[in-house]
DNA sequence: TCATATAATAACCTTTTGGTTATGAAACCA
DNA sequence: TGGTTTCATAACCAAAAGGTTATTATATGA
């Protein structure tokens, strides 16, 4: 059995975090807790949507470690947990060589000389060369 | 219809960014396609999954706009288009006061606060004050 | 003690996802 | 020309996702 803190190791935890953001409404969830934690009705209240539905995506968003919850009476507050956005903004920021253009131009030259080499060939056939 | 060079909008490509993401596949897709553009054959090779499997893949990356595809001959290379990155992390980067920890403090001050309101609550009932 | 508020769970349904095999199409090359 | 390579597409399947309604559990508070 899985220990009681359980979360999950890299990879697993990318997965879950990366398909939890892939919500709208999971991600306007995350947005609402940024500016403090909230009850579950607090959180349902801006969506066309039954409060078991509200419930199912906190509990991705649980099981993702991105959220985390207390007890206020009958009431489950919910906290923005921040590590796994973290990690996932770590995980992105290895591409960002690649956004800043550096292989870009790099690519954009080896297609044009691959291009170039090709069209050299094709001249060649045409004109009777093996 | 939708146009041609169609790209969905903001909410929408995060939508397809982050999905795309969560699979480790196409992780790793991304990643070795972050050294170079690199042929459906070639993407596949590492995998224990048929050729199809990875073209579905690869159409789920080109759908979120992050893989291009050309032509070589029978080949149809595919090279990272790195904005749609480029937009996952600019969202991810507004959490990061977040994991900075400057809200955490502020959050644990409210909830020191609220319990020890509670306690003395309690202990008030204890004594017999209604 | 009992009605109420908050939230979770169960059971169900439909659509999407991630994989398979089999087949088809396009371009190369001998 | 005709076989080979590369890749896409179709048809199918099981499991997961995202929603619903109905029900249950827990704690409050009068």
Redesign the interface.
Known sequence: MKPKGYLPAE?ER??AT??A????TR?AI?ARL?S??ASVMELAEPFAMSQPAISKHLKVLERAGMVSR?R?AQRRPC??E??P??L??D??????Q??EGR??KL?AL??EM?AQAKAKVSQGRRRGKP
Do not use: I, S
């Not at 953001?21 to 709208?24: G, Q, T, V």
């Not at 995980?91 to 960002?96: A, V």
């Open positions: 990879p990318l997965d990366f398909a953001l892939a919500d709208p991600r995350l940024a403090g934690p207390g206020d906290r923005l921040a590590r956005l973290e996932a903004r995980w992105l920021e290895e591409y960002r690649f956004w292989f870009k690519d080896l297609d691959k």
